[in-house]
């Protein structure tokens, strides 16, 4: 899962930071507002941590903005234990849950996880579809109830398509939601090709159909046609 963490305290921000990576999540960093807001314009993401209180602005204001765009990024309010009313007004405006200070991070993984499920997958652990299963929680991929080995950016690679069915992912979305920031340094999109080729020759192999396709010019769509 791609990862934005809007958050102003450096030692909380880096501890969440490693602890979602170690769970192998990609993960961006936002330490203010207009840091928060620069993100949000250039990537999608999974999950939003959000900070409501900010140095260089309110994080309600950047909730608002998201609603307003319709993103459909799910959204986690992090908050001070005495903004009551801040928390029920960021529900309110479409927040998704809220955890107070201080938290547990294990705590923290788990909300982000069934904030994803809700959003992409009706809350389900095991999503189906025709032939192939995955196990979003174990991380258990299975054709025809046989079980698959996945590495992990295959397995990553196969549930942001699944989430996305039927839409077209551009090339540059697809690195970005996966690698994150650092594959802007990229020279090319050869390790993209590679890692999509492996992933559609194993599920080939195992009796999946094929259901990516390349559209030229622009990147994959993953759909039953």
Not at 38 to 64: H, R, S, V, W
Not at 97 to 126: C, I, Q, T
Not at 184 to 197: E, G, L, P, Q, R
């Amino acid at each position: 899962m791609k990862i934005l963490v809007v958050e102003d305290e450096e030692l909380l921000r880096e501890n969440i930071i490693d602890y979602l990576k170690s769970e192998g999540n990609v993960c961006d960093i936002a330490a203010n507002f207009d840091a928060a807001d620069e993100k949000i314009a250039l990537y999608d993401y999974d999950c939003i941590l959000l900070d409501l209180t900010l140095p260089d602005g309110d994080g309600l204001k950047l909730l608002q903005l998201l609603k307003k765009q319709d993103r459909g990024e799910g959204v986690i309010i992090i908050t001070a234990r005495g903004s009551v009313d801040q928390r029920i007004e960021g529900l309110a405006l479409g927040a998704d849950d809220y955890l107070v200070k201080p938290f547990h991070l294990s705590e923290l993984s788990a909300r982000v996880m069934a904030v994803v499920r809700r959003r992409w997958f009706s809350g389900n652990d095991l999503v189906v579809f025709n032939e192939l299963s995955i196990d979003i929680k174990s991380k258990i991929v299975k054709v025809n109830a046989e079980l698959i080995s996945l590495t992990k950016k295959e397995f990553d690679l196969l549930v942001y398509f699944m989430s996305n069915r039927s839409k077209v992912i551009s090339k540059s979305a697809l690195v970005t939601h996966i690698w994150g920031d650092h594959a802007d340094m990229a020279d090319s999109f050869d390790f993209v090709y590679t890692h999509m080729k492996n992933l559609r020759r194993k599920l080939v192999d195992a009796g999946c159909k094929d259901y990516f396709h390349s559209i030229y010019g622009v990147g994959y769509k993953f759909a039953d046609l």
